[in-house]
């Protein structure tokens, strides 16, 4: 019973930090089909912001927002420069995103240099359940995640914005009909993701070091779990592709190395590709 | 027809003058130039491996690398274990057909589910990502993190002929030898009806599909062709580098091969191949002036490559020169 | 024998019958035109024979063989070849290109293909325009470029989805003649289903006309004209007949 529990909350918390990670990548690819390769830069600046921040005496809460911020208008004027005139070539969308991840990368070494940082643990400790102790700052992110993907459901599903969003993602002339400013639209949308991104990358960098490179390792495991939780299902998607990728990550590195149980997974995510494209569990 | 039969032998004499004074080289030159161009020259291969799929089929594949390391890890662990036949053959052989049939059982399984382009593209990057974890774990046969040291070979045939490659001009000569067949191959299979079938795909795969094609087949062929050349290519360089190592298949490194091919024009073979070689020589000479800002600077050559034109600089003299042409034929006739 | 037999074919969509228990029968070099009111069911009819989509019940059968759960690929190969309202060519590439891709699926020797190519390019009218770009054609012309397309992959039996919208009174009438060609002197048998009954009526082939997914009235353009259902439901309606 003790076991069960503590791996429960144990899974919830992989799959929640592994969902606020993937997310900003969700809402750009499901809502304006960019698949955006500087995700992982997009991470890494997050948290390269938030160390900064700390280093100027500027409370860890407000770092991480405030980096949140500045990459989603850094987002923003990539979209409007540059993106903006490529949405009908989802090719030359990867191209140009995986080049900003290029020059970011780049740049942060150029700005920060190569050596790793740290961001202290603004919560150390732990909640002591008994049977179990669970660290408190990733019980904070996993709260913290839960309540946005609960916002931005409300926001997509309750408000009429949302749903002239959503009815943009069915049909773009029909949106612009009921009088949705598409390019705004996108462009919003596409800050917002990027906003996303920031934020985790400041979210997660008390539990990482800090290199120019860390954000690579969740580039493709989010891009799985968009791909397995299903495009376009930003919300239950996310969160059950993260369940299932964090999940099998766990497991398989159970029993083999985490080297291995990366491979397995990737092997994983392939198959799903080919046999349900849609998505592991939605329908088509 | 007159027109397209012009610009062909216009293509055809440049990619022989570039040959030609490849050839030339080590009469005019010598030391570290003809160590380390061979090594482009197989860069500028890797980068037809990928043109042949992105220019002249429509696929993007972020696994080219995974592939020349494939090629790479073949020769070295052939050699090292020291077979009776001949080793270096063997090697080269073995690194062109296991990564053919790793291209296409991937490219097979994904092809024939229809999977759109940009989910090929994905999973060609966890194709990467795996051959690298793999290269770094498996210690016993790939070196793990340490690589494998390669000897460079020698080519014998029985006691008939025997060729060392030790020295650098010999491995010059060798290396552009191969380079030529392999290019001289690939624009044969361009040209042929094959090829003319995947312009098809690029343009319209819906349409070939309805008129009767099998296109998965298609794909499935030019990147099972496309993964045997970097192999090949790959296999080369293990034994001309004398060092192989997880790195060669890091997603990084095939990213490098998109920006030669975005840079030097994706739709022509001479063009990629100039590119493999032009960026590699100039990301070497940039990292021994600026360390600090080359990949900078070649990330945002490849940005506005990307935005100004699709045809890379072959694309863009392609069009300078047609615009000549037209200007010429219109002066004429006025 | 037959080139096409349809028998009892029938498609329902959620419950709602498209085609209901069609059954028509196509010679080998016959022409026939298949008119009805918007929702009739004629593209449903076509797309059940070209493979786009699978019948609810009933079966079609190609030389002589059950061809019903052949996919799209396999009936094109057979000889059925469809033309569907807005041309899908090669944009990018030339005429030539264009009619070449369909013809080196018969893997031909050089001769022959050259010959392939030639003749089709003169069948369609095309042949002046066979260095240019098929982007760059007249929407007519892109027209006849996908019917050519059809000829260059020997098809059998050609399937014409309003082959004639939004054409100019001239490139009407030089359809006509190519249709009446193909099918008269090419052999070849052909299904085309048309708004336009001026079109009809200078095509002179045999009409079926469907109304609700049935087969309501087969004939002549005579009989069908003079038929009173068929101008009810159909010839009579002004806003249909342009």
Redesign the interface.
């Known amino acids: 019973m003790e076991l069960a529990a503590s791996v429960i909350l144990d899974t919830t918390l992989i799959t929640l930090t592994l969902a606020l990670a993937a997310f900003g990548l969700a809402i750009i690819y499901g809502l304006v089909g960019v698949i955006n390769m500087g995700h992982g830069a997009m991470l890494t600046l997050g948290a390269y912001f938030t160390w900064a921040g700390l280093q100027l005496e500027i409370p860890f809460v407000l770092s991480v927002i405030l980096g949140g911020f500045i990459v989603g208008l850094i987002g923003l004027l990539f979209e409007h420069w540059i993106i903006k005139r490529f949405y009908d070539s989802p090719y030359e969308t990867l191209l140009l995103t995986w080049a900003f991840f290029l020059v970011t990368t780049e740049l942060i070494k150029i700005v920060f240099g190569s050596d790793f940082r740290t961001v202290v643990n603004p919560y150390p400790g732990s909640i002591n359940l008994g049977f179990y102790k669970i660290p408190t700052y990733r019980t904070v992110i996993c709260l913290f995640t839960a309540f946005v993907i609960l916002l931005t459901s409300f926001v997509f599903f309750k408000t009429s914005t949302g749903i002239k969003i959503r009815a943009m993602i069915q049909n773009r002339e029909m949106a612009s009909l009921l009088g949705l400013n598409i390019s705004l639209t996108y462009k919003i949308i596409f800050g917002f993701g990027c906003f996303m991104a920031g934020l985790a990358g400041g979210l997660v960098a008390p539990m990482l070091s800090v290199s120019p490179y860390m954000g690579d390792m969740y580039l493709v495991r989010s891009f799985f779990v968009v791909i397995v939780g299903g495009i376009g299902q930003i919300l239950s998607g996310t969160i059950i592709g993260s369940f299932v990728i964090g999940g099998l990550e766990t497991i398989v590195a159970l029993f083999s190395d985490q080297v291995i149980a990366q491979v397995a997974v990737f092997f994983f995510a392939i198959i799903i590709l080919r046999i349900r494209p849609q998505g592991i569990f939605s329908e088509k | ?1 007159q ?2 039969l012009t610009k062909i032998s216009g293509e055809t004499k440049f990619e022989f003058l570039i040959f030609l004074a490849l050839a030339l080289i080590p009469l005019v030159f010598s030391g570290y130039i003809l160590f380390i161009l061979p090594q482009y020259m197989l860069f500028g291969l890797l980068a037809v491996s990928l043109s042949i799929l992105w220019g002249f089929t429509g696929i ?1 594949s972020f696994g080219q690398a995974g592939f020349f390391a494939i090629g790479a890890y073949a020769i070295g662990i052939v050699v090292k274990s020291n077979f009776l036949m001949n080793s270096a053959i063997l090697g080269i052989l073995l690194g062109i057909v296991f990564s053919a049939v790793v291209a296409g059982v ?1 490219g097979y ?2 092809f024939s ?1 229809k ?5 090929f ?3 060609t ?3 990467s ?2 051959i690298e ?2 290269a ?2 498996q210690k016993e046969i790939t070196g793990g993190w340490n690589g494998l040291f390669v000897d460079r070979i020698l080519i014998n045939f029985g006691d008939l002929f025997e060729y060392s490659l030790f020295n650098d001009v010999p491995m010059y000569y060798f290396t552009l030898l191969l380079t030529i067949i392999a290019f001289v191959l690939i624009k044969f299979l361009i040209s042929s ?1 094959f090829g ?2 995947l ?2 795909i690029r ?2 795969e ?9 296109t998965s087949i298609y794909k499935t062929l030019i990147f099972c062709v496309s993964g045997a050349l970097a192999g090949f290519a790959g296999s080369i360089y293990g034994t001309h580098a004398g060092f192989v190592d997880p790195s060669l298949a890091r ?1 990084l490194f095939s ?1 490098e091969v ?1 920006v030669w091919v ?1 840079i030097g024009g994706r739709n022509s073979i001479i063009g990629s191949f100039l590119g493999g070689i032009l960026v590699a020589s100039l990301a070497n000479y940039l990292n021994s002036i600026t360390p ?2 080359w ?2 600077i ?3 050559v ?2 506005a490559v ?2 100004l034109f699709k045809g890379g600089l072959a694309g863009g003299f392609e069009e300078i020169y047609y615009r000549l042409i037209t200007k010429k034929y219109a002066s004429a006739r006025n | 024998m037959h080139l096409l037999e349809i028998n009892n074919l029938s498609k329902s969509f959620k419950g709602l019958l498209a085609n209901d228990k069609i059954c028509m029968e196509l010679k080998l070099g016959e022409a026939r035109c298949i008119i009805g009111p918007n929702g009739a069911g004629k593209t449903t009819l076509i797309s059940m024979i070209s493979g786009h989509l699978f019948q609810s019940s009933g079966n079609i059968s190609f030389n002589g063989k059950n061809i019903g759960n052949f996919d799209l690929v396999k009936r094109v190969r057979l000889g059925i070849g469809r033309k569907f309202q807005t041309p899908t060519l090669f944009d990018n590439l030339t005429v030539y290109e264009n009619i070449e891709l369909s013809v080196i699926r018969n893997k031909y020797d050089n001769l022959k293909k050259f010959f392939k190519i030639d003749e089709t390019l003169k069948l369609i009218r095309l042949f002046d325009e066979k260095d240019v770009l098929a982007n760059t054609l007249s929407h007519g012309q892109r027209q006849w470029l996908e019917i050519g397309l059809l000829i260059g992959n020997n098809v059998k039996l050609l399937l014409l989805d309003e082959p004639t919208a939004g054409m100019t009174t001239e490139e009407t009438i030089a359809t006509t003649k190519l249709i009446n060609n193909l099918s008269g002197e090419k052999n070849l048998s052909i299904i085309v289903i048309e708004h336009d009954i001026n079109f009809v009526r200078e095509l002179g082939a045999q009409i079926t006309v469907l109304h609700l997914g049935k087969i309501f009235a087969e004939g002549n353009y005579n009989n069908i004209e003079n038929n009173r259902f068929v101008r009810e439901i159909y010839l009579g309606a002004p806003d249909v007949v342009n």
């Open positions: 027809m027109n397209t993007v991937v399984f994904l589910a999977v759109k382009a940009t989910y593209v994905l999973a990057l966890a194709l990502i795996i974890q793999l770094k774990s009806n003319k079938i312009k098809g343009e319209n819906d349409r070939i599909l309805a008129l009767g094609y099998n997603v990213t998109i975005a600090e800002y990949q900078l070649i990330g945002i490849f940005i990307v935005i």
